[in-house]
């Protein structure tokens, strides 16, 4: 990759893409809501700033999302579902990258090879969810996962190398799972550059897949 963006710049695993990308050489450009104003809960901040980007990129990564909706914690049963927890993290977790994955086409340049990874969970598959709980939040990534899927399809009509995945960054040490512990969590810098290897080793044939951080296909 030459020319990367990384939007949502300022997080724990933005951060370190960036850092990660620029080590392997390429120019990155970052953006964030507190260092540009990109706010992914605006649709219009969001034209507003990407739009105003001059595109030809062969690499993007949407690193953006949170756990908690409208301040509350992910609900552990029926009885804790409100509507607006609910509201906030579609806003969030799936209508925000769905208005940058509309952009994409003047986004990605047409003539190389790019590809395009937005960070999902594995929580947000159906196949795989045995525990039930955090219904808001499963919910808005499996929507998300069904929008990179259906957006691969439609990008490969005029952009037939790119390849757009899921992602599922593994649980990573930053301040948006500090409140969760028992886990083996991956540093940042580790999770990014295991992802950035997985999306350099697909091929269009595997664009509109979700894969985790070892490049393992999760079930939808």
Not at 65 to 84: C, V
Not at 169 to 191: N, Y
């Amino acid at each position: 990759m030459k020319n990367v963006l990384v939007i949502g710049a300022s997080g724990g695993i933005g951060s370190a893409f960036v850092a990660e990308l620029g080590r392997r050489g390429a120019a990155v450009t970052g953006m964030s809501r507190s260092a540009d104003g990109l706010d992914m809960a605006d649709a219009a901040s969001i034209e507003r700033v990407l739009g105003a980007l001059p595109g030809d990129y062969d690499g993007v990564i949407v690193a953006t999302g949170k756990l908690d909706g409208a301040g509350n914690a992910p609900e552990k049963s029926l009885k804790a579902l409100e509507a607006e927890a609910m509201l906030d993290q579609f806003q969030i977790n799936c209508v925000g990258p769905a208005m940058v994955l509309k952009l994409l086409p003047s986004l990605l340049t047409r003539d190389e090879p790019s590809w395009v990874g937005v960070l999902s969970a594995r929580v947000g598959s159906i196949g795989d969810n045995g525990l039930g709980g955090w219904y808001s939040y499963r919910t808005a990534k499996a929507a998300l996962n069904q929008m990179v899927h259906g957006a691969a399809i439609e990008i490969a009509r005029t952009h037939p190398q790119a390849i757009l995945a899921a992602l599922h960054p593994g649980t990573v040490a930053t301040q948006f799972t500090s409140g969760f512990t028992g886990r083996d969590k991956l540093e940042p810098a580790q999770s990014a550059a295991r992802l950035i290897d997985v999306l350099s080793g697909l091929g269009p044939q595997d664009s509109g897949t979700f894969r985790d951080w070892k490049g393992e296909v999760v079930p939808w």
